[in-house]
């Protein structure tokens, strides 16, 4: 009896699980000799208010289906939006004729057996948000309100956005898989503009987390982007020098993102990396640890799998400032002759060890030098490390800001950047999958007039 369902329900993990299923089992009886399916539903609810004015009022529903299937070591994918039976039985097909036709690899294929993850902890990702449109409008006019009269200097807004987002994937394969979670998320986000004669600046600020009871209130979200706005009158240009540069925290995630892009496997194997077979390498100094902690219950980058359905689990990615491994799927693992970290389709929870200076004493320890809270451009080389960033921030004198500061770029190389962090901040933010302080870095080019 054919068990798979026309459209199922946001929340009918067994129906996705039938679907994967059925089509693992479509793709064994054509002849493959291993297969591997994910099939998700999604749903999802966006408002944006400019000026008071609703502007955008955005429903998402999604569903869909994708398909790989080996026939030995020839793969071939293929996907499809409708989960309806014959959608299904197409799928596997078309997946089938393309493997067919392509070449043979020899690190192509399911995960080892021994990595897929078979007993996994309930990390309580899923926390429904059922708002109606009429509230989440309140909300974020509220937000924006609460922004446009802080100050008489706040005189334009570019909106404000409540977001929520609610899903469900099932991934199976042939070696004995089949699992799937559901997850949610939730934002609210205001960027306002403030004016002082003929200057203009631009900030904001936002919440997310899994549980929307966890998310900022709206009138801290706009009193905050309001006053970040504010501060950045009178900013001016400053005169090229080398200084110490602060990253606050949502940018300091930005700068071990690319630590992550260049140890992970792709790049590691492509040899398109400024730190090819860094393993066993002072990466960063002595006091500084990065462990990945997959299972934190509710946190955003939270999974008890990876996108192949290899367990998560603990461990140290970066111990004393030395690097203790890759960040690795079963692809890169293979070609590296390694074994996958649990690391397909992103990383989960890595988390700096924050040490014992708040923010403000971050910026008296560099006493003199840029605090960076913009960052512009795509000038990051992971090949060679070399780093070139448009900036804007604060300018510390003495161990305190003295004035903004715009239209600078901040440059270095990566290697020596990251041996260059003197001191991470314990504020940490928890608003994304990299959870780390302001970390101060000893010295970069500071390139302005």
């Not at 999604?42 to 869909?64: H, I, P, S």
């Not at 071939?76 to 309806?84: E, F, N, R």
């Not at 924006?144 to 977001?163: H, I, K, Q």
């Not at 503009?193 to 979200?221: F, I, N, P, S």
Request: with cysteine; proline share 4%; charged share 25%.
């Amino acid at each position: 009896m054919n068990t798979v369902p026309v459209v199922p329900a946001i929340d009918d993990q067994p129906a996705l699980e039938a679907i994967v299923a059925e089509s693992l089992r479509l793709a064994r009886a054509q002849g493959a000799s291993d297969a591997e399916a994910g099939a998700s539903t999604q749903t999802g609810l966006a408002v944006t208010v400019r000026l008071g004015e609703v502007e955008t009022l955005e429903y998402q529903r999604d569903r869909g289906l994708g398909v790989t299937v080996y026939f030995g070591q020839r793969k071939g994918s293929a996907s499809t939006s409708d989960l309806g039976r014959k959608a299904v039985a197409d799928t596997v097909a078309k997946a089938c004729s393309i493997a067919r036709f392509t070449a043979e690899d020899d690190c192509a294929g399911l995960p080892e057996e021994r990595w897929l993850a078979r007993d996994y902890p309930n990390l309580d990702l899923s926390h429904p948000w059922n708002i109606e449109p009429e509230r989440a409008i309140e909300l974020a006019r509220r937000s924006e309100a609460t922004a446009l009269a802080f100050d008489p200097r706040v005189t334009n807004s570019e909106g404000a956005m409540l977001s929520t987002h609610r899903g469900l994937r099932v991934y199976g394969n042939t070696r004995g898989f089949l699992g799937g979670y559901p997850s949610t998320s939730h934002s609210l986000s205001c960027a306002v503009l403030a004016t002082q004669k003929q200057e203009m600046q631009r900030d904001y600020w936002y919440t997310a987390a899994r549980d929307w009871r966890a998310l900022e209130g709206a009138d801290a979200v706009g009193r905050q982007s309001a006053q970040r706005a504010v501060q950045r009158l009178g900013s001016r240009k400053i005169a090229t020098c080398k200084a110490p540069v602060l990253y606050v925290p949502e940018l300091a995630r930005g700068l071990l993102r690319s630590f992550v892009g260049a140890v992970s496997g792709g790049s590691q194997y492509r040899k398109s990396t400024f730190l090819l077979d860094a393993v066993g390498e002072s990466v960063f100094p002595a006091f500084f640890n990065i462990a990945e902690r997959p299972h934190i219950p509710g946190a955003l980058g939270s999974s008890p799998f990876d996108a192949e359905g290899v367990r998560t689990r603990d461990r140290d990615l970066v111990a004393g400032g030395v690097l203790k491994g890759y960040v690795l799927d079963t692809y890169s693992a293979r070609k590296l002759g390694l074994e996958s970290t649990g690391n397909a389709g992103g990383i989960h929870n890595l988390v700096v060890e924050p040490g014992p200076d708040d923010y403000a004493a971050l910026v008296r320890r560099m006493d003199r030098g840029l605090i960076v809270t913009e960052l512009m451009g795509q000038g990051v080389n992971l090949v060679t490390g070399d780093y070139s960033r448009g900036a804007a921030g604060f300018w510390v004198e003495g161990g305190e800001v003295r004035h903004p500061v715009h239209e600078v770029t901040i440059a270095g190389n990566l290697r020596n950047m990251l041996q260059g962090i003197v001191a991470v901040g314990r504020d940490v933010d928890l608003r994304g999958a990299i959870r780390t302080g302001s970390l101060l870095v000893a010295e970069m080019t500071v390139a302005g007039e």
